[in-house]
């Protein structure tokens, strides 16, 4: 059995821990039972010995799995990491909600996207990158008594999204920490306003207005501040055409959605100014995880 889950960028500048989407870039295990247990891993983290020792995936599919059947069959696990490490592309959602779907198909046991979500909620405590993750599309969630709430919405296939990851890594917890404790009203409204209209944009499909629609004050500039280039790089996405320029969750990567026909010119642009940075022309994902055999 297989599981695919997609990477996803999260917050879309105004939509703090609320907003995000599916790309179509997946990290992929293969999971069979076995005599022994055994983890193999192909592409982001292959030299990283401590994801054979201290395998977050395995650790949460064997806690549920156990959970589920009262057994301690042993798999073999094979990883394809398509999605990269610490790039604000939702790796570890990607792990997360994959050992739970797993380990349920596994089991044997039925497992709603409802479900599924709900309990990725238990190991991430905000759902803006596994909403997107488990539905895929675009995904606007709420968290109610420990309960996610969500509305989807297909991203149309004359989209795309150019991607630009700088050689730094970022730690979500400690970007955090540049953000301050508390944020004036103005701010506050300020931010209120554009993350409503940006999901109405993205309902309606007024994509002409979603580069004033993602605007953000309350985490986008400080978190860029940590980031050499990415300044510039957003000015040279909106110059050429980007419908919007945002952050991927809290870093390094550069999110940029874009008409189709304005896709290789960004990317060209990108790649003459930033040739040391990971670029990627990426569809969307509408289907969020699924298995193949």
């Known amino acids: 059995m297989k599981v695919c889950v997609p990477a996803t960028s999260a917050n879309l500048g105004p939509g703090f821990d609320v907003l995000g989407l599916a790309l179509d870039l997946k990290n992929i295990v293969e999971i069979k039972e076995s005599s022994f247990q055994s983890i193999s891993i192909r592409g982001y983290g292959q030299d990283v010995v401590n994801f054979k020792i ?9 806690q549920v799995f156990e959970k589920l059947t009262s057994d301690n069959t042993k798999f073999n696990f094979k990883f394809e ?3 990269p490490l610490s ?4 790796s570890s959602s990607t792990v997360i909600v994959g050992a739970i ?3 349920y198909k596994m089991a044997g046991v039925t497992l709603s996207k409802e ?3 709900n309990h990725a909620l238990k190991y991430e405590h905000h759902p803006d990158n596994i909403a997107p993750a488990v539905h895929g599309g675009f995904v606007v969630s709420m968290v109610e008594k420990e309960k996610v709430y969500v509305h989807k919405k297909n991203i149309s296939k004359n989209l795309k999204a150019v991607i630009l990851k700088p050689d730094v890594s970022v730690n979500t917890e400690e970007s955090r920490k540049v953000l301050p404790s508390y944020y004036n009203q103005d ?3 300020f931010n209120l306003s554009r993350c409503s209209y940006l999901v109405s944009c993205f309902f309606n499909e007024d994509w002409k207005n979603l580069r004033i ?3 953000d004050k309350l985490h986008q500039e400080q978190r860029m501040a940590l980031i050499p280039g990415i300044v510039q790089a957003r000015k040279i996405a909106l110059e050429n055409g980007a419908l919007m320029s945002t952050l991927s969750g809290s870093g390094p990567t550069l999110f940029n959605l874009v008409y189709e026909n304005d896709a290789n010119r960004i990317y060209s642009k990108f790649r003459e100014v930033f040739n040391k940075s990971l670029v990627r022309i990426l569809n969307f ?3 969020g995880t699924t298995f193949g055999e």
Do not use: C, K, Q, Y
């Not at 201290?54 to 064997?62: A, D, G, L």
């Not at 790039?87 to 939702?90: K, P």
């Open 54 to 62: 201290n395998n977050m995936f395995v650790r949460i599919f064997s």
């Open 81 to 83: 990491n398509n999605v």
């Open 87 to 90: 790039s604000g592309l939702g």
């Open 101 to 103: 779907a797993g380990a």
């Open 115 to 117: 479900s599924l979500l």
């Open 187 to 189: 701010d506050t409204i």
């Open 213 to 215: 629609a993602s605007n």
């Open 285 to 287: 994902d509408n289907e």
